[in-house]
């Protein structure tokens, strides 16, 4: 079988199903059913990017600024993984890995020795995605890290969007989080989750992202609620919060986003390694945390 390989892209296959890979970022571009199907968001006008991986933050930070040792590090939203290129470590058939280390244009915004490993590998009904942080530093790497893959809205030409809804393994009755200019609200909303489904709408996402904190659930499947046509559920491991973010402008793609760790609160203003719902990482250890996404299509 061959493998479509360039330096920025690979293209892994198994039982039906497709995955593109890009060195710049390590972001999934691709995820493909053997009858046509694309379920990842191909990118565009309403949103330029398709499932970016969120490191050394999740969020903003007020003024997009990090503080450490006294010291004032401009870290732009969603951190800088995003918009690096990462090396590949192993292209396979079915399985690719890259990893990120720390060099000197990342310790000019991130004062950390770190290294960042995303390995996919398809299997015959979806992707998995195992990311690891490692602290190869000799002090507390503080850091979160999060998955913000965007999947077409609607799976299938011609429904309607409200037709959608998400169906969470638990329900999820706690207050859900907001944020505002890009900050986390203190108050909260109460959850728009009916037991353990979301209806979703485009004024849904009116005030930005729906963040559940914690989230109860440790998947949730994303289909129209009568049953019929493509299907996605996405499952996670290790991550503690979960966005769900559109645009509501009428853009067709809905994002599904296992966080661990999420934008600064609004009245936080200390040392980046104070700042809440940060993973803190021995010197020597390492991190991993993983989703996977599991595709149908009739």
Known sequence: MEIAMTDDTHTIRRGGLTATIKAHGAEMCSLKHKDGTEFVWQAGPAWTRHAPLLFPIVGRLADDEMRHRGKTYRMTQHGFARDSRFAWVERGESRCALVLEDNEATRAL??????????????????DLSLTVANTGKETLPASLGGHPAFNWPLQAGVPKESYALTFTNEEPSPVRRVEGGLLLAATDPSPVRGTVLPLSEALFSNDAVILDPVNSHAVRYAATDGTGPWLKMSWRGFRELGVWSKPSGAPFLCIEPWRGYASPQDFDGEFSDKPGLMHIAPGAEEQLSFRVDVGSP
């Open 110 to 127: 991130y004062p950390f020795a770190f290294r960042l490993t995303a390995a996919y590998a398809l299997d015959e009904s979806g992707l």
